[in-house]
């Protein structure tokens, strides 16, 4: 049975909007000051429970036809693949690496590879929290 609520759903999609934002600030956040891809993943796999909880199921996937499952893998390869990636190079696994770049709009720029670690984790955990409250709505 699906509600028809105007007022939720008007309001859900500022606030979605605002914890993607969020989430994205934290997740880019995290190396130096408190964040990063596991909490980052979390407030975005919140903006997305919030979606399912208000609408149903079939109109957010029309909306966003992500399988969370391939989300998750691709995030646990993303993750290992920087470990593994800098044994390549002859470093211990996980070594990270930063080097200060003049990018034409940001100027001084650090770029790390510490990033696509924290992308990794995000992702692996927005896969699996929507995949986890997927599966328990499938049985109620």
């Known amino acids: 049975m699906k509600i028809n609520d105007v007022i939720l759903e008007t309001v859900t999609r500022i606030v979605v909007f605002i914890i993607l934002t969020f989430g994205v600030e934290l ?9 990063g891809g596991f909490i980052g993943g979390l407030v975005l796999s919140s903006a997305f429970v919030l979606l399912y909880l208000v609408y149903d199921i079939e109109t957010v996937q029309q909306g966003i036809p992500f399988d969370y499952k391939k989300i998750a893998a691709f995030g ?4 290992v693949g920087t470990g593994v990636a800098a044994a390549v ?6 070594t990270q690496t930063a080097s200060h770049f003049n990018l034409p709009v940001f ?3 650090e ?3 510490v990033i696509l670690f924290e992308a990794g984790v995000a992702l692996t955990v927005v896969g ?5 409250i997927l599966s328990i709505s ?3």
């Open 111 to 113: 770029l790390s590879t």
């Open 138 to 140: 499938e049985d109620v």
């Open 27 to 35: 997740f880019l956040s995290g190396h130096n000051n408190p964040g």
């Open 76 to 79: 646990v390869l993303l993750a």
């Open 89 to 94: 190079f002859g470093v211990q696994f996980l």
């Open 107 to 109: 100027g001084d720029t």
């Open 128 to 132: 699996v929290v929507v995949t986890i």
